[in-house]
């Protein structure tokens, strides 16, 4: 299952995964990222990811959405990712 995320949220999870720390650190795959449904579940709030904590499969792709918005640019991103 993917979820198309605000870029902070993904840039969140990543630092965490990486331990990664300070502001200014280099973040390598900001714009799509796998995680588990527990570490994903301890750094995001089912309200920031916008689908329910029990709705989530064992893994999650996080995709972070571009500037534009819709159906359309989400499913374009997919597309690329995938």
Known sequence: MHIVVE??????????????VGFGAAIP??????????????????????????????RVMLIAHPDSSGAEAEAEIVREVL
Request: with cysteine; net charge positive; aromatic share 2%.
């Open 7 to 20: 870029p902070r949220l993904v840039r969140r999870v990543v630092k965490a995964e990486l331990g990664l």
């Open 29 to 58: 795959h900001r714009e799509s990222w796998v995680t588990e449904r527990e570490r994903l579940l301890e750094l995001c709030s089912p309200r920031e990811l916008g689908v329910g904590a029990s709705e989530l499969p064992p």
